[in-house]
């Protein structure tokens, strides 16, 4: 069974900087996206940024520039360095790996993360 574990969450005054991560625990062959979201109670959840496998990244319009998504792949783990933080960043965050590979199974799977608050103060 795969477990996600976020950490890194937190209250930081804008401008500041927090470091997002999530970590995939089991037995995982092959993780092809990992990806980060967040949401508020106003809004439905929305994609921050995402990596591929490759080491490809996208970033929503709202990030770029002050985000940065990363992975490794030996510790199954993503990371969302966040920068220049705003009060509108603030959300709870979600990781999610897309198109996991179990050991012995054909079938690809996706997980949540648990989420995690940041709170951004003005």
């Known amino acids: 069974q795969v477990q996600l574990v976020e950490s890194g969450g937190g209250l930081v005054q804008a401008g500041g900087s927090l470091r997002l991560s999530c970590a995939a625990s089991?037995?995982?062959?092959?993780?092809?996206?990992m990806a980060w979201y967040r949401q508020t109670p106003a809004k439905q959840r929305e994609l921050v940024a995402v990596?591929?496998?490759?080491?490809?990244?996208n970033y929503a319009d709202s990030v770029k520039g002050r985000f940065t998504i990363s992975r490794d792949n030996a510790k199954n783990t993503v990371y969302l360095q966040m920068n220049s933080l705003k009060p509108e960043d603030t959300a709870v965050y979600y990781c999610?790996?897309?198109?996991?590979?179990?050991?012995?199974?054909?079938?690809?799977?996706?997980?949540w993360g648990q989420g995690t608050q940041v709170t951004v103060s003005s």
């Open positions: 089991g037995s995982i062959v092959y993780i092809n996206t």
């Open positions: 999610k790996l897309d198109n996991v590979r179990l050991p012995g199974s054909p079938i690809e799977y996706h997980y």
């Open positions: 990596i591929t496998s490759g080491g490809s990244a």
